[in-house]
């Protein structure tokens, strides 16, 4: 592979504090040299990517989507979804495993990641399941799944119901050091709900879910890791009372991290008003109140990390009335331009954003799985982005499956130009240079 040198760029790594204008040079899929902006890597042999006017940084982190491979091919596959992630600036995502069969065996996980090997072109890092089936009755065999290679455990799609099982997996979590992923959600109170309960619920005639579904489950769940001092991660947190619970939680000293995603982060229950169905995702989108809560949580970092939470679906699936519709939005290829709203309002500062993708869930899954900076010497995964690239969505250019977004024909400020894993060029955008 011919050498690369990423030139004249803002490079962004909050990982190292790093903010400055600046080239960086690949070799040998390795971060081998970075300098100023008009010097030259004393290598003569390389590529030039022209980076003037755009951010360099480490490549993006999901920890949390759904490949929905094996089980739900028309939905997503490995292939397609690892393209969509790339064309997201993502060099690592962490699938959730409710596929059929479901990531609760070493079988299923070593062919995720065999399939990975061979048909992906982002790394690909496997949940495995809490419970055997996702039923919610009997722990899987977590030493098992923790050899075959899952970096994390959940239910996802599904709530951990059970307390005990959950205070059994936090305690397992204690010896393992990987994290329980708990999709928070009281099924009882949430049964039927097609959307947030509040005001547009009721002007709708649409049956809502309250926030109440989420922060009960993330309340206990906290006082089960303060029980066994185990790690739990609270996924796609939607709430303002979830935030303060959690940051209630830190300030204790309990072993809690948290994400947020990019709907819940910039958009509100408004989008279901016109029973866009694209909008219909769980949790809910919420109100304006519990965006700021939200975003309020990444600054002060009782959040620690963005997910995206990508769960693509088939068209007919998301063409059915909203009450029959499946909760899910397809998210890779959204999330930087729509996160960079925040950052255009100043909501959130820049280097905040990228640590939030890159650094932060870095610390989560380990660096061996994904490096989160530039640092000299680590594998290279970078994200080459412009922050004032305004583009529409289009879905039909959407590498996913999935075209469910209700982002669908709008506007974004922001859009992922190169990125870059182990090395190779993944993704560029065609429209530019
Ligand atoms: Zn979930």
Redesign the pocket.
Known sequence: MKSLLIQGGRIIDPGLKLDEAGSLLIAGGKISWVGGAKESPPNADYDVLDAEGLIVCPGFIDL?CHLRQPGFEGRETIATGTMAAARGGFTTVCC?PNTEPPLDNRNTVEFVKATAASEGIVRVLPIGCISRGQIGEELTDMGELAAAGVIAFSD??EPAANSDLMRRALEYSCTSNLPIID?C?DKTLSEGGQMNEGVVSAELGLQGIPNAAEDIIVARDLLLSELTGGWVHI??VSTEGSVELIRRAKEKGVRVTAEATPHHLTLTEERVRDCNTGAKV??PLRTEGDVKALIKGLNDNTIDIIAT?HAPHTEAEKRQPFELAPFGISGFETALGSLMSLVHRGELELATLIAKLTIEPANIIGKKYGPGTLAIGSTADVTIFDPNLEWTVDTKLFASKGKNTPLAGERLKGKVIATIYGGKVVYRDEAVG
């Open positions: 949390h959730m996802d799609g999709h959600e996924a796609h769980n949790p939470d």
